[in-house]
């Protein structure tokens, strides 16, 4: 019986971690070109180097960042399966593009920028 009972523990043990290596597969794979085309467009809120801007994105390319009484504009746009932006004067005209990762339950990486839709 005690040798039964220890061959279900490593069973159920094996089990968990089978279950948890999954999830932790799904949370971080690249969000597709698709994927990211259905996210967008839409209202975010971001870390954005420990300060919590939201974005909105329009369905016409723009791009709206709001942060306190702060605000700056430019556009989005999917490239590839990357998201990119350009703001203004936040990233002084530039246009950045990152791979989109599964970050946890509705929350996404991209870059060093976390996000989720509001």
């Known amino acids: 019986m005690k040798k039964t009972g220890i061959i279900v523990a490593c069973g159920c043990i094996a089990l968990a971690a089978w279950a948890m290596s999954s999830a932790s597969r799904a949370a971080d794979r690249k969000v597709s070109s698709h994927e990211l085309r259905q ?63 599964r970050a946890g339950k509705g929350t996404y990486l991209a870059g060093d920028i976390r996000f989720r839709r509001m």
């Open 39 to 101: 996210m967008f467009p839409g209202q975010f809120r971001a870390q954005v180097r420990g300060y919590d801007v939201r974005f909105i994105a329009s369905r016409d390319g723009s791009l709206k960042g709001i942060y306190g009484g702060f605000t700056d504009s430019g556009r989005w746009s999917v490239r590839g399966s990357r998201l990119c932006i350009m703001l203004r004067d936040w990233l002084d005209g530039k246009t950045r593009c990152a791979a989109v990762k």
